[in-house]
């Protein structure tokens, strides 16, 4: 008598799909936090030692580089979270929901802040538009970089949310990202 172990599920294509958007995702906001945490590092390190060393006072271009690096350092950082599960939640109530309605309120959930997301993509375009006049003195560059770094990190997250939604409804509630329980509050 041989004992035969179950076939292998397979991975339906739209969990492939899924995966494969929310890795990509995931090693470009990598990237982007890497890069400018170091580039954020290096400028304020610069302008503190400026202080210090130069009598009059500082590096000009070290006290630009920081507010136009920060958001998009912050927004990278923000996807993270909501791929990881690591962003805030209050999860309290999921543990008195059964795995049927616990799907759909995640699924719900996903999809509203997906939407959210979005519409602030869009107020973030606005206010880019009209930071654009703007000019920083010593880089130069437009006022409207940080809110770029607002709507891209939005648009992101309104995908990171939405491949959440999708993810759940085609794999359950048990297929949604678990945060880190040293980061949790109990």
Known sequence: MSITSPAPTATPSIITWVDAVDRWMGTVCR???????????????????ARYLISVGGVDWAEEV???????FIMAGVVLAV???????????????????????????NVAVCLAYLYLTDVAMEVADLA??????????????????????????????????????VLGADARPQGNPEESVQ
């Open 66 to 72: 920081p507010k136009q690096l920060f958001a998009w």
């Open 132 to 169: 654009a006049s703007e000019r920083n003195p010593v880089l130069g560059t437009p006022g409207s970089l940080p809110f770029y770094a607002l709507a891209a990190g939005s648009v992101l997250t309104a995908v990171g949310s939405l491949l959440i939604a999708i993810r759940v409804w």
């Open 83 to 109: 791929q990881s599960g690591n962003h805030i939640a209050v999860d309290l109530i999921h543990q008195s929901l059964s795995k049927g309605a616990l799907r759909i309120l995640v699924v719900v959930t």
């Open 31 to 49: 990237g982007v936090v890497l890069s400018t945490g170091a580039a954020l590092l290096v400028s304020i390190g610069i302008g503190v030692m």
